[in-house]
């Protein structure tokens, strides 16, 4: 992901990032450095919970209004087919605790394929990144869980890339985003209503 800064702006000019209001990002503690418990894991996984939801909604906006064709098509019904499915799995997770899906508002950003593509690609990088980054305070059974998402969230950061004729793997490692850094990243474009 670059270290640039995203703006509302620089979605609707077609940059994109992720997205999502500061209210529901309290879910995720601000710093995760205490030791793994069932709680740390619930707080993290309500977070992943919300992030999961924004790109499944995304993916459904852009199917509706982002004139997709081809494999940018395939890709959003494909990978927001996935991240129903991993809400769903964080939804089981969490059981009574989850809390209910979020409103979205996206903006112009699925107005067409090429902003719908570079929004998809911030997307996945934030998510993935943030992912990477909550696995060390995480429980070895919930950070087996994750892992399980993290691998195809990976896939999805590669795929969408390609499609766009970026490099699948622009690096030997990713680097992870600490839980404040994923909070401010989320919380710059205002998705989340």
């Given at each position: 992901m670059?270290?640039?800064?995203l703006?509302?702006?620089?979605?609707?000019?077609?940059?994109a990032?992720?997205?999502a209001?500061?209210?529901a990002?309290a879910?995720?503690?601000l710093t995760?450095?205490?030791?793994?418990?069932?709680?740390?894991?619930?707080?993290?996984?309500?977070?992943?919970?919300?992030?999961e939801?924004?790109?499944?909604?995304?993916?459904a906006?852009a199917?509706?209004?982002?004139a997709?064709?081809?494999?940018?098509?395939?890709?959003?019904?494909?990978v927001?087919g996935h991240?129903?499915?991993?809400?769903?799995?964080i939804?089981?997770?969490?059981g009574?605790s989850?809390?209910?899906?979020?409103?979205f508002?996206f903006?112009?950003?699925?107005?067409?394929?090429k902003?719908?593509?570079?929004?998809a690609?911030?997307?996945?990088?934030?998510g993935?990144?943030?992912?990477n980054?909550?696995?060390?305070?995480?429980?070895?059974?919930?950070l087996?869980?994750?892992s399980?998402i993290?691998?195809?969230?990976?896939?999805?950061v590669?795929?969408i890339?390609?499609?766009?004729g970026?490099?699948?793997?622009?690096?030997a490692?990713?680097?992870?985003?600490?839980?404040?850094?994923?909070?401010?990243a989320?919380?710059?474009?205002?998705?989340?209503?």
């Amino acid at each position: 992901m670059s270290d640039r800064q995203l703006t509302r702006a620089s979605l609707m000019r077609g940059g994109a990032a992720l997205a999502a209001g500061g209210v529901a990002l309290a879910t995720w503690p601000l710093t995760t450095a205490s030791a793994p418990s069932a709680k740390q894991d619930a707080e993290i996984l309500r977070f992943a919970l919300t992030v999961e939801d924004l790109q499944a909604a995304f993916y459904a906006d852009a199917i509706k209004r982002a004139a997709l064709k081809g494999e940018l098509l395939e890709f959003a019904q494909t990978v927001g087919g996935h991240e129903r499915a991993h809400a769903a799995h964080i939804r089981d997770l969490l059981g009574a605790s989850a809390p209910k899906p979020r409103r979205f508002d996206f903006a112009d950003t699925n107005a067409d394929a090429k902003r719908f593509g570079a929004t998809a690609i911030q997307i996945e990088e934030v998510g993935l990144a943030a992912y990477n980054g909550a696995a060390t305070s995480l429980t070895s059974e919930a950070l087996a869980d994750a892992s399980r998402i993290v691998s195809v969230e990976a896939r999805h950061v590669s795929w969408i890339r390609d499609i766009v004729g970026e490099t699948p793997a622009p690096r030997a490692a990713d680097r992870p985003i600490s839980a404040k850094e994923a909070q401010a990243a989320l919380a710059r474009t205002g998705f989340l209503r």
